[in-house]
């Protein structure tokens, strides 16, 4: 605990912002980040007034990524990881200039807003000596760390079914053409990419149960609609999912189911036993062995192991929520960056979420729009 | 309440069997009834036996329900209503043998075990002066009359989504091997038809998403599965829904969820608001109109209205349950048959599933299998 | 089952009556009653009428309980046992007549209005060679049934703290000047007795926990209320309550605490585990042996047992709710009732509230309120 | 926001610690302190070795509390406020030290282990020119800041009762005697106090009661009771009180309650409506206007008002947890603290809780145990 922070700068999160304050939250709490530069807003001026209130030095403000990408790279101590936090469609070209210059990206979710950047991204990544973690931020939940490694360990034996949804209701009417900043970029194609609610909050309900069940898509059979009129992109989408080695799975992901804030929620049957899991009420796993009565796992509680302990602040009962589960993937990745740092490897059991999954998640999208353009037909992932 | 009760028989329902005992008590509940007559097994010896248990009279315990319809038809006080309460595959012949004899019919679900059965059927009834009452007992609770109350007066403006469910894990394993009589008939294409799950339980989700939005499905796209070795019919189904005027829907029937014990669930989404609805929770409809808080819609209740009121018996926060809701479909039957007694038409407010929505339920099953068949293809329903 | 249905009388009940019709669909269920006289109106012309509603024959319509008593007990096929559904003071005299002729009786709670009459009442009751049943109807819920056997098998170990409430609101405004039937009477010390809230439902929670924890009550500290004003009985009271042994309790009752329907709720706890039940949602039972998760049993799910197992009449996940749990009290005095007619003692599994449990409620009414008069002192029961 | 951060030091929260970690999270979370000095542990040795763990100077890492405050104060740069986060009996000594060099004092509950420390310690926070925050963490909560509102703005008319409650398991056993650390001082009256827990939990979930009602507490009637052998300290208390203007309430708090992790509860009824609140779901209230249905109120969805709001970092539907809650106190201290250093007032809508309330924390066990060891009689607070 007495390692120095990791430097970190971030790009977008500036006033009007939503998910920058909580990555800087969530880079706080732990305490393995100080955040020192910024590119906080494509708007220059914006950028600048944004870090100063944030308390970023003068000479650390920036009115763009590229700049502080190549005089970060330059400084004796300049960042060690940027926090890219923009719209979609800028964390490829974010990125990349990051990457090559050897600084950690910690990139917000889904990874790109086209296929093509994602590849491109992916192929980068790989070959840089950087880190990339991706911030699909629920899996780092401790209750889905739980259910990760009862199924690892075969507690449900063979899986069947995957039951996945996510929904909300903050689309259901036309928000988008009140000026609403989130609205605006998250139903413009050109900003988001071609998935609507598929790629907003879609990709996080398949990267769940990619991550829980550790299974493999193999093809999806996808019905998306636009209901809200004259919105481009899906605000509701209805996914069957074929998994490698025959395990089903459905997936709902809408953002005009009235009564539903992050409804997001994953449910998985095998043959020896059950588990269900709800976002909003993290604290809680639902498991079933077959034949038995239901048990509410807890986390820290009783029956809560060593993969859930590991992310566990304070004791059961004491709920924790969406920004320590975020403050997992953080920390998670600090582990990895300070090992980095020391010249080793970064730790087995430091688990996040990669440019590999990122790539999986935009593939996903890609199937599942090009599955209901041509009337709902099996695409191969 | 001063009426003679309806005399009522029965066929099926025997030593062993599950679903006529619901019937009986069903049918005692308000008092409208009483058991006359039977043919309770298809093995005459049990079937006079199990009449003996139930205190009918020797004289009108019958081997078969045949005989039974030619008898009691004669009797001047014979029976003037059956309950058909056997494996799939008998409700078509024994129906026919009451209809055409004028005593109405009280058939339990799904309506026949073939398509071709059903069609004929609903041809028959529908020429037929008896009526013909299905038990989609769902239909009964006084929260789904509630739900469908509420969104014939366009409470949650139009529809966009439905989603529904019902999932049990009974059958997780190979049950029917072993000589259990509920397992062995519905897993037994011989006796339920072809649908497994869908047909056993998925046309009560599917009956119950009907009646209480009123839309009418136009076509499916379904992924069924027997998970369990060696077994012929499906026992999870995965079912996209596309319904007329543009609504969409998903359905979900597994027999193989451990911890779903009867987990029948129904969600509505409009552009004005969402309600959901659990049957092991049967007394609370959860009603959100959009933007405002989630509401706790209970039983009898504040903000319950006269459809559910009508199906009350004791005040809110005392539970009714699944031999209420079913006693309902019974009691809605008796205004109709007791006003078709006394010369009249059915009330305008006995509400109560009817051979068309048997049909229905039927095609639904046949398109869901003709679809998965195919690859999982849309079909038209 | 092929044995005659035991004959049923009924005093009070009649329209306008609540709990009356609760007792007749209760004692149909499991049919083995048939109801064929009664005395259903304290005022002859309405009692009369009301038998006609209900088909009762015009020569077993009574204008008053005693003259029912008289001349059924000299029919050959006279009534073998009687409902007793009117208000609490004339529990005593009504069952009087009967117990004195032989007749069982079946008797709302609580037993008496007044401590001496609870006293003579029991005095009879026990003399008498008829039985005495009181509908405790709480206690004939399957997963009390589960909770008192698991408790007096040991598996909470030492019983150290019991929590019981049962909250309402349908009282929280002056409802009883109304002219509201139900809320004049349990208002009404004439009618009532000394206890408002404690006597209606407080009596409830208190044999409720007795019957699941087995202790003995020794004695109660009490602060009761009349919030409303006007009313002249308690609609709020607070009790601490200390067991025979040592464990501690606490009960609340009102009928003033809006948002609570009939929210009748005990929770146990010993040195190896918990157990917690909620009327509204009874076919659940949380049970958490000390250390371990959290398990929740459920109405013929795993992990239950046989005393419930007994009372359940469909599978779990199927509910069975206020009417059923009443239903089994009628059950459970039909065991008894019928094994008396064939000459012999009532089996031992045939487990009901008796005449010494209402004394014991009444002199738990009365404790509380001389407790809550004398400034909230300890008062031994 | 660009605004410095506050210069924090720490009592107490070394190695081994529970709650000290818990207060550097929640100090970090909206980035209003940074800490610079500590005396972390009443063993010099370990206070030095936990300082380093932390990062924090070796200059600055204290072998005791009272050096501490005599060099900070000397400091240009020393700390302006300092948490205080040791067993019960150290709060004051520590609290005095600071008080009195103007250094303002964040401390944990309950105030002091005597009510006589309490009482010095009102006096002399009372005079000194420094602040004097009391973490009773669970008024930081949003939706307890909901409720607040709603009843000082009369939505629930005039108030009749409160039912709280505080429990949990951890205790059932002699955890004690084990030489688990937490269980240690918490169960000795030498750094506890009088109260068990009363003063552990009960003195939270009576100062959350009397913060979200704004009702004074006239008077206890209590019974305690050491459940677990050998245990000098309560660990079950039953209390019933009275409010200044007639309102009745209940408090229990236990820590032998298997299956209880962290129950903390409240919930609060008037002549217009309920409020039901539970800790380990903080993210809803349910509200209730009398006659009409149950609303789930959720942090920041709609119904939640501005009091909440101020508090709420995400959208309805990402949970916010104890952490939050914790940081909201800390950071509703440092607005108070940036006006005192800016030479102004606290904001009137900086809103923890004070000295004044930890005293009626004391004095609230102190009546408890008084009326307890009486035998349970009422005694004026």
Chains 1, 2, 3, 4 share one sequence.
Request: proline content about 4%; glycine content about 12%.
């Amino acid at each position: 605990m007495s390692e120095p922070r990791i430097r970190l700068g971030m790009v977008g999160g500036g006033r009007d912002a939503f998910i920058g304050a909580v990555h800087r939250i969530a880079s706080r709490i732990d305490d393995h980040y100080e955040l020192v530069a910024g590119a906080l807003s494509s708007t220059p001026d914006k950028a600048i007034a944004s870090a100063k209130d944030l308390g970023i030095a003068e000479d650390r403000a920036y009115g763009d990524f590229k700049t502080m990408a190549i005089r970060e790279a330059r400084l004796k101590t300049g960042i060690e990881a940027v926090a890219i936090v923009t719209p979609n469609h800028v964390h490829y070209p974010a990125a990349r200039e990051f990457l090559k210059r050897g600084i950690h990206v910690i990139c917000d979710k889904p990874l790109t807003s086209t296929l093509a950047d994602a590849k491109k991204l992916a192929k980068l990544a790989e070959s840089s000596g950087a880190l990339f973690v991706l911030t699909h931020n629920y899996t780092g939940y401790p209750m889905i760390r739980q259910a990760r490694q009862m199924i690892a360990a075969g507690e449900l034996g063979d899986l069947r079914v995957v039951q996945t949804e996510y929904a909300q209701d903050w689309l259901s009417e036309n928000l988008e053409d009140t000026g609403q900043k989130q609205a605006g970029w998250r139903t413009d194609p050109a900003r988001s990419g071609v998935g609507g609610s598929t790629g907003d909050i879609g990709t996080h309900a398949y990267n769940l149960a990619s991550f829980v069940t550790g299974l493999e898509l193999r093809a999806v059979c996808a019905d998306l609609d636009s209901f809200v009129e004259g919105r481009a992109l899906d605000d509701n989408a209805h996914v069957l999912m074929r998994f490698d080695g025959g395990a089903k799975g459905m997936l709902w992901s809408s953002q005009v189911a009235p009564g539903n804030e992050n409804a997001l929620a994953l449910r998985v049957y095998g043959t020896r036993g059950g588990l269900e899991w709800r976002q909003e009420d993290p604290n809680y796993l639902w498991y079933t062995p077959l034949g038995e009565p239901k048990r509410l796992l807890t986390r820290g509680g009783a029956g809560s192991g060593a993969d859930a302990g590991r992310m566990t602040r304070v004791p059961p009962g004491h709920p924790e929520g969406y920004l320590e589960g975020f403050a997992n993937i953080y920390s998670e990745a600090a582990l990895a960056i300070k090992a980095r740092r020391a010249g080793g490897k970064p730790p087995a059991d430091a688990v996040y979420p990669t440019v590999q999954d990122g790539l999986a998640g935009v593939a996903f999208v890609a199937a599942c729009v090009a599955s209901s353009k041509r009337g709902g037909v099996w695409v191969d992932v």
